[in-house]
């Protein structure tokens, strides 16, 4: 038999990975569950809940840092990368927790925050001591320029990115908190250290790793200035894919990956389509894939993420579209709407009032349909929402804290404006106790949380939702059943219908003879949609959609959110 030319390129370009075939869970340990009562999630929390994991269906965790950490930024400051700390538990529970999870057949994978350190570190410890200190070298020092910083780079945290030390009167680089000093990749030491950390960690038997801002690593020596943002400084990402990234990541792959059966993504804030292909090429040189972030910009203003403008569908089918062409064939895409950095992707692309449940599982299909692999953020499952936030006290994330004191002390906004932006986009949304039940602290903990509970934990529960079929839990179950089902989930290649459309996201995925159609609704209008030319009704069948009497026809209807697979029975 004649192969077809689409089912001859799949084989050759796109080879069968069970990391292509997963779904990732994101756990964020604060948040998750509490086993003891200090309304800290933890350790022992998450290995009670592992089978609910397992129930829902996802193959690998990929675990926020768990390390010992003073908490500047919630773990992303770490003072010691072979420690747990204290308030999540110890060792001995994190091995537990590891074999756990494996015998469920659950991998894990831990997050490798390396673009810097805690300033609590031994290694910074003794770099800030003196110019001659065996440690200086390890991050980035620098005299003052014309009696100011070093450049005008701004902190990802607000503020500018350098710090006076008055030990040694320099400055030392922090792209994020003054925590959180820069390392200095450039120095062989620095990565012979992190290459062994990681060596060890994959010893122990985790399975691989979320890479923190790894397009970050590699600053340009001469550290040029870069174009002023709202308030006065330059983009933290001023220093992105800067000249020898790709060779670290090789040497890393070289020294630390290669021969190991590992996951592997990096966080690479900053990154084009040109620089991802190289990152996350096929012939894993470097990493298996990225998290490239343009489609998470689509609701800034500008450059400034502090609005509460809502995104144009047709800018994000333009943006997912493009790393979906990309990519394809060359490199892997990884596919998510939230994370712990992200606002509640049903209160920022959906509609978490009216249609919470539809447009959630409109969003879930959307994302789930394409080529990559997918990344559940805890409670994006039940559907959680943003967070009814009072005043700047009940916010705990440093980046919205800070931003709120910079843009209303500099007259950027106003008080007002600037609490409706973080209700909005605060981080913080994604961050309380992840909503168990209907019980005191929605089931969390015992104890009164770090963060406040969503009120709306009554209505929005895994208790309620696993009891009842048609839950938005339910039907995140089904969409990864599916995936396990079909090829043409994973490996189909994808091609977008409608780019004007201002309403639908209607796309296609096409493996050999096989074909689904994907038409979502993203508002909440009712929509016709006519089927392609090369559909026919009677070959058509519902593959998963969110309401319960969807019915094929010519002319499609789709009611407000409506989501539908359509699967093409019996070939093109
Ligand atoms: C990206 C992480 O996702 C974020 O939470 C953190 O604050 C920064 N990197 C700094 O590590």
Same mark, same amino acid.
């Given at each position: 038999?004649?192969?077809?030319?689409?089912?001859?390129?799949?084989?050759?370009?796109?080879?069968?990975?069970?990391?292509?075939?997963?779904?990732?869970?994101?756990?964020?340990?604060?948040?998750?569950?509490?086993?003891?009562?200090?309304?800290?999630?933890?350790?022992?929390?998450?290995?009670?809940?592992?089978?609910?994991?397992?129930?829902?269906?996802?193959?690998?965790?990929?675990?926020?840092?768990?390390?010992?950490?003073?908490?500047?930024?919630?773990?992303?400051?770490?003072?010691?990368?072979?420690?747990?700390?204290?308030?999540?538990?110890?060792?001995?529970?994190?091995?537990?927790?590891?074999?756990?999870?494996?015998?469920?057949?659950?991998?894990?994978?831990?997050?490798?925050?390396?673009?810097?350190?805690?300033?609590?570190?031994?290694?910074?410890?003794? &770099?800030?001591?003196?110019?001659?200190?065996?440690?200086?070298?390890?991050?980035?020092?620098?005299?003052?320029?014309?009696?100011?910083?070093?450049?005008?780079?701004?902190?990802?945290?607000?503020?500018?990115?350098?710090?006076?030390?008055?030990?040694?009167?320099?400055?030392?680089?922090?792209?994020? &908190?003054?925590?959180?000093?820069?390392?200095?990749?450039?120095?062989?030491?620095?990565?012979?250290?992190?290459?062994?950390?990681?060596?060890?960690?994959?010893?122990?038997?985790?399975?691989?790793?979320?890479?923190?801002?790894? &397009?970050?690593?590699?600053?340009?020596?001469?550290?040029?200035?870069?174009?002023?943002?709202?308030?006065?400084?330059?983009?933290?990402?001023?220093?992105?894919?800067?000249?020898?990234?790709?060779?670290?990541?090789?040497?890393?792959?070289?020294?630390?990956?290669?021969?190991?059966?590992?996951?592997?993504?990096?966080?690479?804030?900053?990154?084009?389509?040109?620089?991802?292909?190289?990152?996350?090429?096929?012939?894993?040189?470097?990493?298996?894939?990225?998290?490239?972030?343009?489609?998470?910009?689509?609701?800034?203003?500008?450059?400034?993420?502090?609005?509460?403008?809502?995104?144009?569908?047709?800018?994000?089918?333009?943006?997912?579209?493009?790393?979906?062409?990309?990519?394809?064939?060359?490199?892997?895409?990884?596919?998510?709407?939230?994370?712990?950095?992200?606002?509640?992707?049903?209160?920022?692309?959906?509609?978490?009032?009216?249609?919470?449940?539809?447009?959630?599982?409109?969003?879930?299909?959307?994302?789930?349909?394409?080529?990559?692999?997918?990344?559940?953020?805890?409670?994006?499952?039940?559907?959680?929402?943003?967070?009814?936030?009072?005043?700047?006290?009940?916010?705990?994330?440093?980046?919205?804290?800070?931003?709120?004191?910079?843009?209303?002390?500099?007259?950027?906004?106003?008080?007002?404006?600037?609490?409706?932006?973080?209700?909005?986009?605060?981080?913080?949304?994604?961050?309380?106790?992840?909503?168990?039940?209907?019980?005191?602290?929605?089931?969390? &903990?015992?104890?009164?949380?770090?963060?406040?509970?969503?009120?709306?934990?009554?209505?929005?529960?895994?208790?309620?939702?696993?009891?009842?079929?048609?839950?938005?839990?339910?039907?995140?179950?089904?969409?990864?059943?599916?995936?396990?089902?079909?090829?043409?989930?994973?490996?189909?290649?994808?091609?977008?219908?409608?780019?004007?459309?201002?309403?639908?996201?209607?796309?296609?995925?096409?493996?050999?003879?096989?074909?689904?159609?994907?038409?979502?609704?993203?508002?909440?209008?009712?929509?016709?949609?006519?089927?392609?030319?090369?559909?026919?009704?009677?070959?058509?069948?519902?593959?998963?959609?969110?309401?319960?009497?969807?019915?094929?026809?010519?002319?499609?209807?789709?009611?407000?959110?409506?989501?539908?697979?359509?699967?093409?029975?019996?070939?093109?």
């Amino acid at each position: 038999m004649v192969e077809s030319v689409e089912k001859k390129w799949w084989k050759e370009s796109v080879e069968k990975k069970w990391w292509k075939e997963s779904v990732v869970y994101q756990i964020y340990p604060r948040s998750f569950k509490d086993s003891n009562g200090d309304g800290i999630g933890d350790l022992n929390g998450i290995t009670e809940k592992l089978d609910y994991l397992k129930e829902l269906g996802v193959d690998v965790i990929w675990l926020s840092p768990v390390y010992q950490s003073p908490g500047d930024d919630n773990g992303y400051d770490i003072s010691d990368y072979r420690a747990i700390l204290e308030e999540f538990g110890t060792m001995e529970e994190f091995d537990r927790m590891l074999q756990a999870a494996h015998e469920r057949g659950i991998r894990l994978v831990m997050d490798l925050v390396v673009n810097h350190t805690s300033d609590e570190h031994p290694w910074f410890v003794e &770099s800030r001591k003196s110019k001659d200190n065996p440690y200086r070298n390890y991050y980035i020092w620098r005299p003052a320029k014309e009696g100011k910083e070093p450049n005008n780079w701004g902190s990802c945290f607000s503020g500018s990115a350098w710090e006076y030390d008055d030990t040694t009167d320099m400055y030392y680089l922090h792209l994020f &908190s003054k925590k959180q000093p820069d390392l200095n990749w450039d120095n062989p030491r620095v990565r012979d250290e992190v290459y062994d950390m990681m060596n060890w960690w994959l010893d122990k038997g985790v399975d691989g790793f979320r890479m923190d801002v790894i &397009s970050l690593i590699s600053k340009k020596p001469e550290l040029p200035d870069g174009k002023p943002g709202i308030n006065g400084y330059a983009s933290f990402n001023e220093p992105a894919n800067g000249p020898h990234v790709h060779e670290y990541l090789q040497e890393m792959r070289r020294r630390v990956l290669e021969g190991r059966d590992t996951i592997t993504v990096g966080e690479c804030s900053g990154v084009t389509l040109e620089e991802a292909k190289k990152y996350a090429r096929s012939d894993e040189k470097e990493l298996n894939m990225v998290f490239q972030f343009e489609h998470m910009d689509v609701d800034a203003d500008g450059t400034n993420k502090w609005s509460d403008k809502k995104m144009d569908l047709r800018d994000l089918k333009h943006i997912m579209t493009k790393w979906q062409k990309g990519l394809e064939g060359i490199a892997w895409n990884s596919l998510f709407w939230e994370n712990h950095d992200q606002p509640r992707s049903v209160s920022r692309f959906g509609n978490d009032a009216e249609y919470w449940e539809e447009s959630a599982k409109m969003l879930a299909t959307c994302l789930h349909m394409m080529q990559g692999t997918p990344y559940i953020y805890q409670g994006e499952e039940l559907g959680m929402t943003n967070v009814p936030f009072g005043d700047i006290s009940d916010f705990r994330d440093l980046d919205s804290i800070n931003a709120y004191r910079e843009l209303t002390g500099q007259g950027v906004f106003t008080p007002e404006e600037m609490l409706r932006y973080l209700r909005y986009k605060s981080r913080d949304n994604a961050r309380t106790p992840f909503q168990w039940s209907d019980e005191k602290y929605a089931g969390f &903990s015992s104890g009164e949380p770090w963060i406040m509970v969503n009120p709306n934990y009554k209505k929005i529960n895994a208790r309620e939702q696993m009891m009842r079929e048609d839950s938005i839990f339910c039907y995140y179950q089904k969409l990864i059943r599916i995936r396990k089902q079909y090829d043409i989930v994973v490996y189909g290649t994808y091609d977008l219908l409608l780019p004007e459309d201002p309403e639908l996201y209607a796309y296609t995925r096409t493996l050999g003879e096989e074909q689904l159609l994907i038409v979502c609704n993203f508002y909440g209008n009712t929509r016709m949609f006519t089927l392609p030319d090369n559909w026919e009704l009677g070959k058509t069948e519902l593959m998963i959609g969110n309401y319960k009497d969807f019915k094929p026809e010519k002319e499609l209807v789709l009611r407000p959110y409506e989501a539908v697979v359509l699967r093409k029975n019996g070939g093109k």
